[in-house]
């Protein structure tokens, strides 16, 4: 028989409906029991793709023996971290407390208020070596609550009091350009020179912290942050880490060379890394950066985009059980397909040997430069570059035969706001009006299903949209908007963008401390409520409420949003300084709001050529302190202060350029407008 999260949407509790487990979903009915019984909880929190996850699920929630035990001593709970980011986050920090580590999945067992007292990530079924086994966990536990009470009550008061403590102080100072420097001099100093990315194995792409490099390439011409940011791009599109024949990036690396990755696909990570190739592409012109944005986000529209608009969470690591095996080749697969003659080009290129990469197959990487494989082969750059493209094709073809991993059709807002701003932005600066249309299709599906009340839903399933969103689903998605506004010039998306940031005043700032919290004033009250200001895998959402409400203010003149904006910056820029690769994202907010960013006004007919030439002088290079409006003719009575007073010159499309409060003589010739944007 089913359990109850037969009833939820989320693929990944749906996945635990058959445990003879009696799992309860995050709710008062689970937390009732549990007060009425006086047992402790056990809080499971996993994700659909997370390979350990589901060793873990076959290993112990499938095992008669130890789900009785759970059943007879604990109120069991499993959470979707991907849906409920607030109770994961509380959590994650009480277990890191606890172990020095964390991950998923993660066990934690609380009192039945909800203070954790015990916890861990993965347990085996039996010891192992180290490590207890899952049923000594459980009974040692509830040993401890019915026996040891004052213990385990006290512990939980000191994890509770570590919870509800400011983790950073705010340190107010003034905003300069020392506190992009320092930061500047920190990335720099942690960059693996030889494979590129920060650190060793594990090895993640942190696209935040490239973008954070380019801009300051941008701002004071270092050549060491552009080399960064081009050897970690070049090291991780040549490697295993990225779909050699399907497009877009697998999660990380588990070694330092980029070749073996973890293989799950998340939407988060495709969103920034494809706008991060974007910049670096609009900056360095190299065609192999607009080739991984292209490849990415085709992969995107092709297998993660929801009929109706909304993009799909993520695609699993595993199929028919074993992770990777969609992905990887033998010697014998690759003749099989491409024959005598292509198949020992395609595989000298990628690097398919009889011994293998990973479990004695092969994955796809660029090991040598292809001008070199042709030369030690003695063929022509011509020959090899023709067998790579054929052998692409046709390998993808036999993959799509194979089974494919599972694939979590959940829409989350906050996600979905971070594609569909990589498919505008990538669709305005390499003039590609159908990623444009995906962008906004994205735009009004979200605005239909999961706009509820005045406020942002979380998630979306099947039809069925649920959950307050969180400070990052409103603070991403106005992000996106603002974005889409400047792709297309149509009105209502500033307007939408507008009405969310309103919300995000509203329900979510901290008018007795400053900044935001995560969860808004109405939503139901947990042991904490968090306020996370790091930038991690993804971005916190007072990084991006402050980088959109920066450049919400620029278009609009709303002086609320700058101030909002400022106040955050003035409380942590000293600290994201001091640790630059934790706040990726609030540096680059911080650059772009002592940046002296350009206000580009565009008035002209949108179909003119003229207009569109000056679309592409602004839009065709990396500008990342910018806002841009537009507007088909005159806008004396718009309601956006870039294009008020802004008429045709000479009845001619026209762009306006200010800067710091002075503006430049209007414009109407691409080359005049491509010069002055140019010029320092």
């Not at 070049?234 to 880490?241: L, S």
């Not at 599972?406 to 390499?430: H, I, P, Q, S």
């Not at 450049?551 to 409380?571: I, K, N, S």
Request: glycine share 8%; charged share 25%.
């Amino acid at each position: 028989m089913p359990n109850r999260l037969i009833d939820e949407t989320s693929p990944y509790l749906l996945q635990h409906a058959h445990n003879p487990v009696d799992w309860y979903a995050w709710g008062e009915e689970a937390l009732a029991r549990a007060r009425a019984e006086d047992r402790p909880i056990l809080l499971s929190i996993g994700y659909s793709a997370c390979h350990w996850c589901h060793v873990m699920e076959r290993e112990s929630f499938e095992n008669p023996a130890i789900a009785r035990l759970m059943n007879e001593l604990f109120v069991n709970i499993k959470v979707d971290r991907e849906e409920r980011p607030d109770l994961d986050g509380i959590y994650m920090q009480a277990v890191q407390a606890l172990t020095g580590h964390g991950g998923w999945p993660m066990t934690v067992f609380l009192t039945p208020d909800g203070a954790p007292f015990y916890g861990g990530t993965y347990f085996p079924p039996e010891d192992r070596g180290h490590m207890p086994g899952f049923p000594r966990v459980l009974t040692g536990v509830a040993e401890a609550y019915r026996a040891r009470r004052a213990d385990v009550d006290k512990n939980a008061a000191q994890l509770r009091e570590m919870l509800q403590r400011k983790i950073v102080p705010p340190q107010t100072g003034p905003l300069t350009p020392a506190l992009l420097d320092r930061a500047l001099q920190g990335v720099i100093g942690s960059i693996d020179w030889a494979e590129g990315g920060f650190g060793g194995a594990p090895k993640f792409p942190q696209p935040m912290t490239l973008e954070f490099l380019l801009r300051q390439h941008v701002r004071t011409g270092s050549g060491q942050a552009l080399r960064a940011v081009e050897l970690t791009l070049d090291k991780m599109a040549d490697g295993g880490i990225y779909d050699q024949l399907g497009g877009g990036f697998h999660r990380y690396a588990v070694d330092r060379i980029w070749l073996v990755p973890h293989f799950e696909k998340m939407l988060y990570d495709n969103a920034q890394l494809a706008r991060v190739y974007l910049q670096a592409f609009l900056a360095t012109g190299s065609p192999r950066y607009r080739q991984v944005v292209e490849e990415t986000l085709e992969y995107v529209r092709r297998e993660m985009t929801h009929p109706d608009g909304g993009f799909y969470s993520t695609q699993d690591a595993d199929s028919e059980g074993e992770e990777g095996k969609f992905f990887v080749w033998t010697v014998e697969e690759v003749d099989a397909l491409l024959g005598a003659e292509d198949g020992p080009l395609f595989r000298a290129f990628f690097d398919v040997t009889r011994a293998g990469n990973f479990e004695h197959q092969n994955i796809l990487h660029i090991a040598e430069p292809a001008e070199a494989v042709a030369e030690r082969l003695g063929v022509t750059l011509e020959r090899l570059g023709a067998a790579i493209e054929r052998g692409r094709g046709i390998l993808h073809a036999a993959r799509e035969e194979r089974v494919h991993p599972g694939r979590d059709e959940k829409v989350l807002t906050a996600w979905n706001g971070m594609m569909m701003r990589a498919f505008a932005e990538a669709g305005a600066a390499l003039e590609r009006p159908d990623w444009v249309d995906v962008a906004a299709r994205n735009a009004e599906f979200v605005m239909r299903e999961l706009w509820r009340d005045g406020r942002l839903l979380r998630t979306w399933k099947d039809g069925c949209a649920k959950l307050n969103g969180y400070l990052e689903d409103h603070a991403c998605y106005a992000d996106a908007l603002v974005a889409l506004y400047e792709a297309t010039f149509d009105p209502r998306w500033l307007e939408d963008a507008q009405t969310i940031a309103d919300v995000i005043l509203d329900r979510f700032a901290d008018t007795e401390s400053g900044g935001f919290f995560d969860t808004a004033s109405d939503h139901e009250q947990l042991v904490t409520r968090p306020k996370d200001i790091f930038d991690n895998a993804t971005p916190s959402g007072t990084s991006v409420a402050v980088d959109m409400l920066s450049r919400l203010a620029l278009l609009t003149g709303d002086e609320r949003y700058r101030q909002a904006a400022e106040g955050v910056l003035t409380m942590f820029a000293t600290i994201a300084s001091e640790h630059p690769t934790s706040f990726g994202r609030l540096l680059c907010a911080l650059d772009f709001a002592i940046g002296r960013p350009r206000e580009i006004a565009i008035v002209g007919p949108f179909e003119s050529e003229a207009t569109r030439a000056l679309r592409r002088a602004v839009f065709g290079r990396y500008l990342p302190n910018r806002v841009v409006a537009g507007s088909p003719g005159p806008a004396d009575g718009d309601t956006i202060p870039l294009l008020q007073d802004r008429p045709l010159r000479d009845g001619r499309p026209t762009a306006y350029v200010c800067e710091g409060y002075v503006c430049q003589t209007p414009m109407t010739g691409a080359e005049e407008l491509t010069a002055l944007l140019t010029s320092g």
